[in-house]
DNA sequence: CGGATCCTTGAATAGTTTCAACAACAGTGG
DNA sequence: CCACTGTTGTTGAAACTATTCAAGGATCCG
């Protein structure tokens, strides 16, 4: 799985008491302010503050202060974990309503950045975790994405302790047909690609110039169609993929 | 295969007071119900089982229905995630105190087993959620623990992703010096290493042969020191060790 | 147009796995 | 008691996979 998104009890909403911004909000529906009626949420609103971040900027380095969470409201970001030496790994994606941050600690261990123009509604950290408390509903649902986060990231362990370039690069390719895979009109899936190859890399533990390679053997034996410079391509042989992925 | 020795303590609840069983208990103070006052904790007394299993034993197997879930009391588990092809990937390590079981899931992913005799206080999954949704204070030390957990996932995450053998094992090591390093006679410390090569290799994502020769070369440089079929070893040179785990 | 970034491809290299053999040890049963 | 078997750990050699190093093409934007 890709995405630590979850939808789940959405709690009716009255409208006419939400804050208009919460009221407008793109990410209400699935963030945890599903879990808030318009009653509670000014609490949240209270203490949160939009903020919209260009492409490539970082929300939050490794080993600053952790002062700051947030939620996606729009955009994705990247969350990356790096060796001194300067190595990187991807170890999480964050879409709209995803949280944002790592509570309960003082200083970031992780850096936060964007991967394209993103819009957050930020907290600082303290005053989030104040409200957490408050809200037990609240503090549910943020459980609930936790360990929907943490299946997440142990699936990726055994991608990436066990699974080689071309196991990994089918099982990517899959989540993405499963979160953003649309019918194409040749009988194949379209998928968007939101990341560069770069990425993709220090998502998958393998360097650009493997992905590279691995997906140019997907085109050349027809699994794969991509036009250079697209950031997406289309599926054909969405079985033969899934054959990759789980060899016999 | 010895028959499966399951011993059931069927304590009767104390209401008021903390039940027998749950006041001598040894994971008390470092498990969910140390966020229990005495009334409180007959609440998950009631739902609870003792449960011991040998060594090498199944708690639930990837696939299976996912009705309990246990608190560790004594001994340790592992996680494990599999290919389809019976790679194995050990996701996660118990230890007492320490949460067992997938919540909110209807099937279990992962599979559960122990790496040496170990004691549980099970529990039926959905009572279990139910008890969660009663007691906030225990719900929020699980979002804790999650959150805990997750941020482990993620540093191991780096480590299969972007460390080589020689990294990963002095990672490894480090980690346990850290958790179970004890002062040695000759400015060495002494750690156990609770598990088989073959686990270390499941654990890491490399295989037994790696392993044995990455710790071979570290007794030969000086770096550790252990006997032939001794499970536990010391560390000579924790600084080298550093020095490998982060190389300039 | 020039420079920067991203992507692709090739050749050589290095690190890990695979395959194979063997030693040490525990438990079993004759 | 001793062979027999299965398990665990070690070591060597060969094979393979992914990385590293290197070069060139494509695209975008000033």
């Known amino acids: 799985m890709l995405t630590d998104a979850l939808l789940l009890d959405r709690t009716p909403t009255v409208p006419g008491c939400a804050p208009a911004r919460c009221q407008a909000c793109k990410a209400r529906g699935n963030s945890l302010c599903a879990a808030m009626g318009d009653g509670e949420i000014s609490a949240l609103h209270a203490i949160g503050r939009r903020r919209s971040l260009p492409a490539g ?19 994705m970001l990247k969350v990356t974990a ?58 549910r649902m943020l459980l609930r994405r936790t360990l929907a986060a943490l299946g997440d990231a142990r699936s990726r362990m055994l991608a990436l302790g066990r699974r080689n370039a071309k196991e990994r690069i089918a099982g990517f390719l899959l989540d993405l047909v499963e979160r953003t895979g649309q019918p194409a009109g040749n009988g194949g899936v379209r998928i968007a690609i939101p990341i560069s190859r770069g990425e993709m890399a220090d998502y998958l533990g393998l360097t650009i110039e493997t992905v590279s390679r691995q997906l140019s053997q997907l085109k050349a034996s027809g699994i794969l169609a991509f036009a250079k410079g697209d950031r997406g391509c289309t599926v054909l042989g969405e079985e033969r993929l899934r054959a990759i992925l789980n060899p016999a």
């Open 57 to 75: 900027q970082v929300f939050n380095w490794a080993g600053d202060q952790n002062n700051h969470c947030a939620t996606v409201v729009e955009g």
């Open 82 to 139: 790096s060796t001194e030496d300067g190595r990187e790994q991807i170890v999480g994606l964050l879409f709209p309503g995803d949280f944002v941050g790592e509570l309960f600690e003082e200083d970031a261990t992780l850096t936060v950045s964007t991967l394209c123009d993103t819009d957050l509604c930020t907290y600082p950290r303290a005053a989030f975790e104040r409200t957490l408390e408050d809200h037990p509903r609240m503090e």
